[in-house]
Structure formats: C-alpha cells, structure tokens
C-alpha cells in the first residue's frame, strides 16, 4: 500500500529543496515556463487530458463532448465530489503538485470505496492564477494520471477556469455497486463490532513536522532538514492511499459491513457520525486503537499525546466500519483490520474506555471545514 510517487521530497531533506514554495517552476528564474494564455482554455484541456485513456466499459463518451455518457447497466451508481483550495486544504510551500494531483483523487475514491463500491470515474475542475505555468499544472496532472492508472479509473471530463486566490481543485468520483451490496452509515446495530482498517494519526503528524521544519526554513532558509526518521507519516500526509484493497478483501472474505464510514475528519468525529445516522452507542477501546510506531515516537517528540491525535488528527483516509459478530472469525486473523470496540444502545453513550478503564465522552474535535481560522 505504501507505495511513494517517485521523488525525494518525502524521503529526504531535499523536501525543501524541491517544494513548490522554496525553489520551484512557479518561480520566474526557471527558463522552462509556459503561459497558460499561450494555450487557452480549450487548448489546456487538450493538452492535459490528450494521455488519458478508458479502461471501464460503462465509459460510452469521455472527455471531448458537451457531457461525458456512462452506461449504469443493473448496477447503482455514487457519485461524490470533493473541493481542495489552497491555504485552507493544502500548503505549496511544502505540498509537491504531483503529490497534490495524486492526493486530490484519493480523497474523492476514499469516499466511493466507504460505500463499499468501486470507483469507475472521476472528472477534474481546476482554478488557476496566472502565476503557475504550464509546467506547474502539468506536474498537478501527472500525479492524477497517476492516481488513475494505479486505481484504474478514466478521466472523462471537467473544467478549468483562472483564480485570483491560489489553485483550486474539485475532482468528482463516480463508481458502481450492485443493491444488494452498498453500504451506508446508518446500519449498525447494539453488539456490532467497530472495525478500522490500517493505522490512525500518521497524516496529522506528518503534516505538524512538515509545518515545523516550514518554519525553520523560513529562519534559515540554509538549513536543509533531515526527513529521513518521519518518512511513513509524512508519505501518509503527501501520498496517502484509498483503500481500494479492503473493499476486494471483504467481497472475498464474503463480510459486507452493516455501517461504513472514511477516516478524513478524524475518528472521534467518524465514528459520532455513524452511531447518529444508526441510531446507535458506542464503547471505543484507547488500547486497541492501531498505531504505528512512528507515530508513537513523534507524538513523544511533540510532546502529544498519541490518543488524542488519534481520535483527532484526520485525513488517514483508512475504513471505519461495524460488523456483525458473525462475521469476526472471517477478518480476526487479517493484520489490516482491527477491532476496536462495539455497538451499544443508543442511551449507553458514545464512550473511550481508557487503559485505565475509565468511560469518556467522545467529543468530536476533528478537522470543521467551517471553523473561522482567523
């Protein structure tokens, strides 16, 4: 799963190097820049999405027409769209656009798989100032032809227009599933079993060292950091990955969740949201959350604490799930599942049972795309 777009930024300290922000093609002194006005709209789009090519039957028209024409056949379709604006969702100080590109799309199939579908489609809108060249949005769309060959999805269509306030990006996902096999949030039931695929808290403590050595760097602009011991967190912050593989794995086990939900707001904030659509509680164990080591280490480098960061960080991307207690023999022994707690009755509570058995309130204080940051 942990495969890295190739390039140095996220192995090493050349991250600053090569960033966007510190010396990259956005600035003037680079001698390959092409202005977007050369091309045009028209003549951008032609020449972005001339690589792309169908893979899906259910692809009749891709890009080249008014409107792109799918075939829906006896299947239902999802569709899910996500908006990504700079300074708010991302930062290009650190953020390398093939990583942005790569990163835009599994935010959108996150969201198809967490309704237990496959991702088919996707179309691709972007906002741009006149300062990115066309080398710039080239590397944008590099790390989506990426992201579309690795989850073998077609890029059928979208729009692009100028910004006066950074680059926006809104990709729309669209994907299919048979009716008897969607999965929503609203299904679990008391003695459910709480699963979650993966590990938690990776990408926020990716993001909070690349955000450190931001501000080194801007003190000493010489001072090149050493990225080396964070390579797993700040790969699951630039690069993380849809879980595409856990939808394949339960078809196989023969497991169809009774609720499933993505990790993108936090878990404390996902899981508040299944047990309010399901009309359920919930005792979530703190001993039995997966974390990974790296995680563990920079949470005491940052003096944090790892739970919190857990229940809080956001942007994992992993499943979060309910089964029956039937199913638990089919996925007990499988390393990318784990059990974290169970459903109760809704006037149970939601709960953290600590390591010192203590019942808590979960609270959710995850990522709020509302919050007035100023």
């Given amino acids: 799963m942990h495969n890295i777009v190739k390039s ?20 003037d002194k680079n001698p390959q820049r092409t202005s977007l006005e050369e091309l045009g709209e028209f003549g951008l789009i032609d020449h972005l999405t001339k690589h792309f090519e169908i893979k899906h039957k259910s692809t ?14 006896s299947k239902q379709i999802v569709v899910t769209t996500d908006l990504l604006i700079e300074h708010v969702h991302f930062d290009l100080s650190y953020v390398p656009l093939k990583h942005l590109g790569y990163k835009s799309v599994m935010v959108n199939l996150s969201d198809v798989y967490a309704m237990n579908a496959q991702a088919t489609q996707i179309t691709i809108s972007i906002a741009v100032s006149n300062r990115f060249p066309l080398e710039a949005i080239e590397e944008l769309y590099s790390g989506i032809d990426t992201a579309a060959r690795t989850y ?39 003695n459910d079993l709480l699963v979650v695929t993966g590990d938690i808290g990776a990408a926020y403590m990716g993001l909070q060292v690349l955000e ?3 501000e080194v ?8 950091p050493d990225l080396e011991p964070y390579t797993y967190i700040i790969e699951r912050q630039l690069k993380p990955e849809a879980r595409k593989d856990i939808i394949e794995l339960l078809q196989k086990l023969e497991v169809k969740p009774t609720s499933m939900i993505d990790i993108s707001d936090g878990l404390s ?45 956001g942007e994992d991307y992993e499943l979060l799930m309910t089964i029956s207690q039937e199913d638990f023999p089919k996925i007990k022994a499988n390393p990318d599942l784990t059990v974290i707690g169970f459903i109760t ?27 007035n940051e100023e």
């Fill in 345 to 371: 009755d809704k006037d149970r509570g939601m709960h953290l049972i600590t390591r010192g058995e203590q019942a808590i309130p979960i609270i959710a204080k995850g990522w709020n795309a509302m919050k």
């Fill in 217 to 224: 760097f801007k003190v000493n602009p010489g001072n090149q």
């Fill in 212 to 214: 450190r050595e931001k």
């Fill in 60 to 73: 009749v028209k891709g890009i080249g027409d008014d409107a792109a024409v799918l075939s829906s056949r």
């Fill in 152 to 190: 073998g999805i077609d890029v059928i269509g979208g729009d692009t227009t100028s910004s006066t306030t950074g680059l926006i990006i809104s990709i729309t996902a669209i994907g299919e599933v048979n009716e008897e096999d969607v999965v929503y949030r609203n299904g679990a039931q008391p």
């Fill in 269 to 313: 904030s996902e899981i508040i949201h299944l047990c309010k659509q399901s009309n359920v509680g919930v005792e979530l164990y703190e001993n039995k959350i997966p974390l990974d080591p790296q995680v563990i280490s920079t949470c005491e480098e940052f003096n944090v604490d790892s739970t919190t960061i857990a229940l809080n960080g």
């Fill in 8 to 27: 140095s930024c996220i192995l090493s300290g050349d991250a600053f190097k090569k960033s966007d922000y510190f010396c990259s093609m956005l600035e």
